[in-house]
């Protein structure tokens, strides 16, 4: 029997024998892939319908369990392919987490991280966002449009306007030049009414504006896109290449911010990225 934790003889028979799915209790939802050689492999599913994940998850067993987990791309394409509805955010939520536990699986079988599996880093170090501190070094936040009450108008009045200026600009002011600070709409907002934001916070310099719109307006995000010198962000509930591809071609967003257990996973991430 081989070690669980791998690695294997490359030539040795492996099996997926078992899935498994797991529900929180704060609707995360997690995907367990188990094989004969005692390797297991997890991934991580859309928390948003969780239940309805999960139990997708299950179904695929009828396809994957008996076969080599390691042709992690085939799976992915045999698994979309064989759908008689593809797409959409629960199918590709369950492909995403089953797809990370393939790429976790053969991660753990050649004794490597996947990263590696995959040709190797592109860089050594990457710049985040959060909770601005000189400690850590972190020297860039994201923040909402804030108000003292939620958007319900088409056209949000010139009193509505003010106000999320009035707070940006005291951001800034507080943190000053050196903190790139991002806004993040939520697409809460109706599309004149984004429109006028776009163009009254402009001054106060935001590193981006994220879902001006609903991330699927792709039209009205591209238009109000040429209307602005700001990047444009979306992604997180975009899925597929499919569904990026349409935003690159319509110049809809400079920044694309894919979510790997909705988007599709490891394998539909590289070329997400691959297209930006």
Request: glycine residues 10%.
């Amino acid at each position: 029997m081989s070690n669980p934790q791998g690695p294997i003889d490359p030539n040795e028979t492996l099996r997926v024998s078992k899935i498994e799915t797991f529900v929180l209790k704060n609707s995360w939802v997690f995907i367990k892939i188990s094989t004969d050689a005692g390797i297991t492999g997890w991934g991580e599913m859309l928390k948003d319908d969780a239940k309805a994940c999960a139990a997708g998850a299950l179904e695929v067993a009828d396809y994957l369990v008996g076969k080599d987990p390691r042709p992690v791309v085939h799976h992915w394409q045999a698994i979309h392919r064989g759908a008689f509805y593809r797409g959409g955010p629960v199918k590709t939520a369950i492909s995403s987490g089953i797809d990370m536990a393939l790429w976790d699986i053969a991660g753990k079988c050649y004794g490597v991280p996947v990263y590696k599996l995959l040709g190797g880093p592109t860089r050594d170090r990457i710049r985040v966002y959060g909770e601005v501190s000189e400690k850590t070094g972190v020297n860039a936040m994201k923040t909402g449009p804030k108000s003292s009450r939620q958007p319900f108008k088409y056209v949000e009045s010139p009193l509505f306007i003010d106000e999320i200026v009035e707070r940006f600009k005291a951001l800034r002011e507080k943190h000053g030049p050196g903190v790139d600070i991002g806004i993040d709409f939520h697409g809460a907002v109706q599309p004149p009414t984004a429109l006028k934001l776009v163009k009254a916070l402009e001054p106060y310099d935001p590193w981006f504006y994220e879902e001006i719109v609903q991330a699927l307006n792709v039209d009205v995000m591209a238009e109000i896109a040429r209307k602005t010198h700001i990047p444009i962000a979306t992604g997180e509930r975009i899925f597929t290449k499919w569904g990026f591809r349409e935003i690159l071609e319509k110049r809809a967003a400079t920044i694309l911010q894919p979510d790997v257990c909705y988007a599709g996973g490891i394998t539909e991430l590289r070329l997400i990225a691959g297209q930006a």
